[in-house]
């Protein structure tokens, strides 16, 4: 997980143009943007994280970095 990639699709495009582009990583198709990784599973997570925190900015009205803050959270207490 790239933290600036993630940071740059957030800019970038809407919540609905990166579930599409997550879709279609997922379905084995070439995504409409371009998402930067190493491979598709490096690229759904980065999507995944950009539509995660685009969601918890619009809920929770807070700023990119709270909102990153709370989702690399989450991250890593799932994964301790």
Do not use: C
Not at 31 to 59: K, N, R, V, W
């Amino acid at each position: 997980m790239k933290i600036p990639v993630i940071k740059s699709l957030v800019e970038q495009y809407s919540k609905e143009e990166l579930e599409s582009a997550e879709a279609a990583i997922a379905d084995e198709r070439q995504p409409e943007i371009e998402i930067q990784g190493e491979d598709e599973g490096e690229q759904l997570t980065h999507a995944y994280a950009a539509i995660q925190i685009i969601q918890s900015m619009e809920e929770n009205n807070v700023d990119f970095k709270t909102a990153l803050r709370e989702y690399t959270s989450r991250v890593r207490s799932s994964i301790s």
